[in-house]
C-alpha cells in the first residue's frame, strides 16, 4: 500500500509540474524548483543534526563552498560535469578537515563552532574581492555562468532544473535512507543516544561521526552547485547565520531523524510561505520569520520530536536521569 | 597610535565584558548557552535609546538623577526581560536534551529581532547625545570623557557584581546553585528564584553594554547583537565560561586583540579574527584560561 502511494505521490511530482508549466504557471515551478533545493540542503544537514545528533549552526558555509567553487570553474567555461565533482569534493574536505578537531567538542560548543566557521566563510566571500568580487557577488561583468549541458540538451528554464533538482533530489533521499538503515546509520543513532557507550561497543566513534559529518556537507555543496547554475548569480548575503538557522529550524519542526520530517519542514517554512507570497503580499513574507520563532519554541517545549515522529529517535529528547 | 588604539580595545572590552558576564553566569548555573542573549543586548540599546529621547533634562541641576534614570530603566528592562525568557522558554526544558534549550533560545533570538525590526523599523537609528563628550588631551594621546565613562562604568558595575556574588547571602545561594542543585535546594535555597536572579543580573548587565555600545558607536539596529553577541560569547570562553572574573577578564583581552587587529592587521577583517580566536580557544583550551577543568560525569 505504501509502495502504491510512493509511486503515485512520484509520478504527481513529475507530471504535475509539466502540466503547470504548459498552463503558465511559471511562478510555482520556480517555487517547486526552491523547495526541491531546500530539501537537499535539510537531507543533507538531517544526516548531522537528526541520525548524529550534533547541532550544525553554520551549514550554509558549505552550500557557499560550494556554490562559489562552481561558479568560479564555470565561468572559466568548465562544464557543470566537472564543476560538480569538484564541488562536492571540495566541500567535503573542508568540512572533513573542520570536523577532525571540531567533532571531540561538545554538543553546544560545536554549534558554537560551526556558527563561527559559518560566519569566517561569509566573511571570506565578503571581503576577498579578488576571489568572489566581494558583495556585488559572482558573476563579475561581463562573465556568466556556464550553463549546463547533458549531451544536446541544455539547461535552461525553470522547468528543466525542475528536473534536475528533482532528479538530485531522489538520489540525496535515496542515499540518506539507506545511509540510516546501514551499520553507520545504526552506528551513528547509537553515538546519538550514549556517546561512551558506544565507543565501549566497539564503535569507532570519530571516524562514523566524520563520516557522516562530511557526507552531509557535500549534500550542501551538492546544493550550491546546482543553485548558482539555476539563479546564474551569487553573493555572500545568500549564506548568511540566519539561512543556516532557518534550515536548523525546518528540520526541529518537521521532524528530527527523519527524511519525511525534512521535507515536511521544508514544505512548511519554504513552501507555503512562497506559495502564499502571492496571495497575501509581502507584508506576511516580513511577518514570516516572527511566526517562525514562535513555532520554534512552541514545537520544542511541546513535542520535542517534531510534527514527523522518528520511529527510531525514541528516548534521546525526553528525560533523563 | 598603539596607546590610543589600547584605550579604544579597553573601552570596546569593558562593553564586551559586561555582555560576556550574562553569558557566563546562565552557563555558570544552567550549563545551557543563553544564545537569546544578544537580543537582550540588543533590546537594552532600545530601551535606553526610547529613555534618552523621551526624558529631556529639564533641569541641570538634577542631572545625577537623569542619569540614573537613563541607565536604571534600560537595565531593569532588559533584566525583566530575560526572566521572561527564561520561564516561558527555557523553564519548561530544565530536564530535557541540552540542545533543546539551544533551540529554544533560537526562536527567541528570531523573534525578538523580527518584532524590532517591524515594529521600530529596519533603518538603524542614531542614538541621542546626551551626554557632553569632550576631548582629553594627555600627553598626545586622545581620550574622550565617553571611553572614560564607559570604562568606569563598567569597572564599577563589576565591582558592585563581585562583591554581590561573593560577600552576600543572595550571592552564596547563587554560587550554591551553581555548584549543585538538588543539594542546594536541601538547604533550603528556592532554586528557582536564585535562577531567575541570575537571569535578572545578567539581563540587566547586558542591556547596560547595549547601551553603552549604543552611546559608543552612535547608531543601533535590530540585528546589532549578533555580532557583539558572539565576541563576548567568544570573551566568555577565553575567560572560562561560568567563571565570572574570568569573563570580565575575557572581555579585556578580546576588545583589545580585536582593536589591535584591527589597526595593524586588517580592519575590514577584524571580524575574521575574532571568529578565528573562538575556534582556537574551543579546540585547544576549552576550559579557558582561568576556568576549570571538568571531566565529564557519566
Known amino acids: 500500500m505504501r509502495w502504491i502511494i510512493g509511486i503515485i505521490i512520484l509520478l504527481l511530482l513529475i507530471v504535475l509540474p509539466l502540466a503547470g508549466y504548459n498552463c503558465g504557471n511559471y511562478y510555482a515551478i520556480?517555487?517547486?524548483?526552491?523547495?526541491?533545493?531546500?530539501?537537499?540542503?535539510?537531507?543533507?544537514?538531517?544526516?548531522?543534526?537528526?541520525?548524529?545528533?550534533?547541532?550544525?549552526?553554520?551549514?550554509?558555509?558549505?552550500?557557499?563552498?560550494?556554490?562559489?567553487?562552481?561558479?568560479?570553474?564555470?565561468?572559466?567555461?568548465i562544464p557543470f560535469w566537472i564543476t560538480l565533482p569538484v564541488s562536492l569534493f571540495l566541500g567535503g574536505f573542508i568540512r572533513y578537515l573542520l570536523g577532525a578537531p571540531v567533532l571531540r567538542l561538545r554538543g553546544d560548543y560545536l554549534a558554537i563552532v560551526t556558527l563561527a566557521f559559518g560566519e569566517i566563510v561569509r566573511l571570506i566571500a565578503n571581503n576577498f574581492d579578488w576571489l568572489t568580487n566581494g558583495p556585488k557577488g559572482l558573476p563579475r561583468v561581463g562573465e556568466r555562468i556556464a550553463e549546463i549541458q547533458l549531451f544536446s540538451l541544455v539547461f535552461k528554464n525553470d522547468l528543466q532544473f525542475y528536473y534536475l533538482i528533482f532528479f538530485f533530489l531522489i538520489g540525496t533521499i535515496l542515499i540518506s535512507y539507506r545511509l540510516e538503515h546501514s551499520r553507520i546509520g545504526r552506528a551513528l543513532v547509537a553515538i546519538r543516544e550514549d556517546e561512551l557507550a558506544a565507543g565501549l561497543s566497539g564503535i569507532d566513534v570519530p571516524q562514523i561521526k566524520s563520516i557522516a559529518f562530511v557526507l552531509s556537507g557535500m549534500f550542501g555543496a551538492l546544493a550550491g552547485a546546482i543553485y548558482v547554475h539555476w539563479i546564474g548569480f551569487i553573493s555572500p548575503e545568500m549564506f548568511t547565520f540566519w539561512e543556516s538557522v532557518l534550515l536548523v529550524s525546518m528540520i526541529v519542526i518537521g521532524g528530527m531523524g527523519n527524511i519525511a520530517g525534512a521535507i515536511l519542514g521544508v514544505f512548511l517554512l519554504v513552501g507555503i510561505p512562497e506559495i502564499l507570497r502571492p496571495v497575501l503580499g509581502t507584508k506576511f513574507v516580513d511577518y514570516r520569520m516572527l511566526i517562525f520563532g514562535l513555532i520554534m519554541i512552541a514545537v520544542i517545549i511541546f513535542r520535542p520530536e517534531g510534527i514527523l515522529k522518528s520511529k527510531r529517535r525514541t528516548l534521546e529528547l525526553e528525560e533523563r536521569f | 597610535m598603539f596607546i590610543e588604539q589600547l584605550i579604544n580595545g579597553l573601552t570596546l572590552g569593558s562593553i564586551y565584558a559586561l555582555f560576556a558576564l550574562g553569558y557566563t553566569m546562565v552557563y555558570g548555573i544552567l550549563l545551557m548557552i543563553n544564545f537569546a542573549h544578544s537580543e537582550i543586548f540588543m533590546v537594552g540599546a532600545y530601551i535606553g535609546f526610547l529613555v534618552l529621547f523621551s526624558i529631556p533634562v529639564f533641569c541641570p541641576q538634577l542631572l545625577p538623577v537623569y542619569f540614573l534614570l537613563y541607565f536604571i530603566l534600560p537595565m531593569l528592562g532588559a533584566g525583566l526581560l530575560a526572566v521572561i525568557i527564561e520561564k516561558i522558554a527555557y523553564k519548561p526544558l530544565r530536564h530535557a536534551c541540552r540542545l533543546s534549550p539551544l533551540i529554544s533560545a533560537i526562536g527567541v533570538s528570531i523573534f525578538l529581532q523580527n518584532l524590532i525590526m517591524l515594529t521600530v523599523g529596519a533603518q538603524s537609528k542614531t542614538y541621542p547625545e546626551k551626554l557632553p563628550i569632550?576631548?582629553?588631551?594627555?600627553?598626545?594621546?586622545?581620550?574622550?570623557?565617553?571611553?572614560?565613562?564607559?570604562?568606569?562604568?563598567?569597572?564599577?558595575?563589576?565591582?558592585?557584581?563581585?562583591?554581590?556574588?561573593?560577600?552576600?547571602?543572595?550571592?552564596?545561594?547563587?554560587?550554591?546553585?551553581?555548584?549543585?542543585?538538588?543539594?542546594?535546594?536541601?538547604?533550603?535555597?528556592?532554586?528557582?528564584?536564585?535562577?531567575?536572579?541570575?537571569?535578572?543580573?545578567g539581563g540587566g548587565l547586558g542591556g547596560i553594554a547595549g547601551v553603552l555600545n549604543g552611546l559608543y558607536y552612535g547608531s543601533i539596529k535590530y540585528n546589532m547583537g549578533f555580532l557583539p553577541g558572539i565576541k563576548a560569547f567568544t570573551a566568555a570562553v577565553l575567560g572560562g565560561i561560568g567563571n565570572i572574573k574570568g569573563a570580565m577578564a575575557g572581555g579585556f583581552i578580546l576588545g583589545i586583540a580585536e582593536t589591535l587587529a584591527a589597526g595593524y592587521i586588517s580592519s575590514e577583517n577584524k571580524d575574521i579574527i575574532a571568529f578565528v580566536i573562538l575556534i582556537l580557544v574551543l579546540l585547544f583550551k576549552p576550559s579557558g584560561i582561568f576556568g576549570k577543568e571538568v571531566t565529564e560525569k557519566i
Open chain 2, 134 to 201: 569632550m576631548q582629553f588631551d594627555f600627553f598626545g594621546v586622545q581620550i574622550s570623557s565617553l571611553q572614560i565613562f564607559i570604562f568606569g562604568l563598567s569597572i564599577l558595575l563589576m565591582i558592585i557584581l563581585h562583591i554581590f556574588i561573593s560577600k552576600t547571602k543572595m550571592g552564596k545561594a547563587m554560587r550554591a546553585v551553581a555548584e549543585n542543585h538538588i543539594v542546594a535546594q536541601l538547604m533550603g535555597i528556592n532554586v528557582n528564584t536564585i535562577i531567575s536572579l541570575v537571569f535578572l543580573i
Open chain 1, 30 to 77: 520556480h517555487v517547486a524548483g526552491l523547495v526541491g533545493i531546500y530539501c537537499i540542503l535539510c537531507v543533507g544537514l538531517n544526516i548531522t543534526i537528526g541520525y548524529t545528533g550534533l547541532l550544525d549552526l553554520g551549514f550554509m558555509a558549505f552550500c557557499a563552498i560550494g556554490a562559489y567553487t562552481a561558479a568560479l570553474l564555470s565561468i572559466k567555461g
